[in-house]
């Protein structure tokens, strides 16, 4: 059993800073892609940022240059560094991973179940 746990949302001011962590845990193998999404109300989720088990990263247009993701490999971890953020950036933050739990199964995608990230003055 693979689980997602996020920590780290809250209240922010806009301008302020807030690190978010995402722990992957139980049966792994390897993990591949880890990433993060968030979901505004009435919106669709949309991806923010993601980065491979090598370091190569991509991140949201809007988010560049103010969001950093970075990743422990060895705790299966990631993180996603908010400096600078907005009203608009305003969501429930999800985690996401693209992992094999056992050296003979298939790359399956997991998902945490979201913390919430209010910037508000």
């Known amino acids: 059993q693979v689980q997602l746990v996020e920590s780290g949302g809250g209240l922010v001011q806009p301008g302020g800073s807030l690190r978010l962590s995402c722990a992957a845990s139980g049966s792994i193998f390897s993990v591949y892609v880890m990433g993060w999404y968030r979901q505004a109300p009435g919106k669709q989720r949309e991806l923010v940022a993601a980065?491979?088990?090598?370091?190569?990263?991509n991140y949201e247009d809007s988010v560049k240059g103010r969001f950093t993701i970075s990743r422990d490999n060895a705790k299966n971890t990631v993180y996603l560094q908010m400096n600078s953020p907005k009203p608009e950036d305003t969501a429930v933050y999800y985690c996401n991973a693209d992992l094999r739990p056992s050296r003979l199964a298939p790359i399956q995608t997991y998902w945490g179940k979201g913390t919430l990230v209010t910037v508000s003055s």
């Open positions: 980065i491979t088990s090598g370091g190569t990263t």
